[in-house]
């Protein structure tokens, strides 16, 4: 089966903070891909990657960076939050660009900045 | 450009209800259309899909036709049970020009069952 791994499932951090969320899939997926979920808003994609060391940002990247060093581990970053970065995230895989590949989820990581 | 339309929730339903969640895509080219689905407090899981036009997508008692003409792939189940309370995503994958293929998501549908 499928395993997408988020490192934390509740974060609450204050502002300012840098923040490392941590995502390993454990199927040699070479497309990874984080989001985040805010009510009314759907899912909106903050970043991906094709390649280990590859990115290229998604809709919304402000405020965001990421780092794959190893095909299975994806990093968001958030470098100094802020209060609007309150929000669920999801972290994603799939195995290829084609387009009838899906895309795996982990649990998301909900964090909290205060 | 690309995008999905949800009809909006809540749907309410009573157990063994049959279900309908509208979903209509606008896409370039041939892409693929998901559904997903979302547990309180779980991440997302693939409940679905299909790849080309009339194919049909089931699982779990759930099916969605992908329908070219009328840019259509709604979710259905003859009997919903309490257990289907969840979000249900629709989405879709289209070829672009970069290296990889975005999913495109609705704003999800929350299904409340009640028994």
């Known amino acids: 089966d499928v395993k997408v791994t988020q490192s934390s499932r509740y974060l609450v951090k204050r502002t300012g903070e840098k923040v490392f969320l941590e995502c390993v899939q454990d199927m040699d997926h070479e497309n990874m891909f984080w989001y985040r979920q805010d009510p009314g808003l759907g899912l909106r994609l903050i970043y991906f990657s094709y390649d280990v060391k590859m990115k290229e940002k998604g809709d919304i990247p402000e405020g965001y960076s990421v780092s794959r060093e190893k095909k299975e581990r994806f990093s968001l970053i958030l470098e100094s939050t802020s209060t609007n970065q309150t929000s669920m995230y999801l972290c994603?895989?799939?195995?290829?660009?084609?387009?009838?590949?899906?895309?795996?989820f982990g649990d998301g990581t909900r964090l909290s900045i205060l | 450009g690309n995008s999905v339309t949800q009809m909006e929730g809540p749907v309410t339903l009573s157990e063994e209800a049959f279900l309908t969640i509208n979903c209509t895509y606008t896409a370039t080219g041939y892409p693929s259309l998901f559904w997903y689905v979302q547990y309180p407090g779980e991440g997302l899981q693939l409940l679905l899909k299909?790849?080309?036009?009339?194919d049909k997508g089931s699982n779990k008692g759930f099916e969605a036709t992908y329908r070219k003409e009328t840019t259509s792939f709604h979710l259905e189940k003859g009997s919903v049970q309490v257990s289907d309370s969840a979000v249900y995503f629709c989405a879709l994958k289209t070829l672009s020009g970069g290296a990889t293929n975005k999913l495109i998501f609705g704003t999800g549908t929350l299904l409340a069952v009640q028994p």
């Open positions: 994603a895989s799939s195995l290829s660009g084609s387009s009838n590949q899906p895309q795996h």
């Open positions: 299909a790849t080309k036009a009339d």
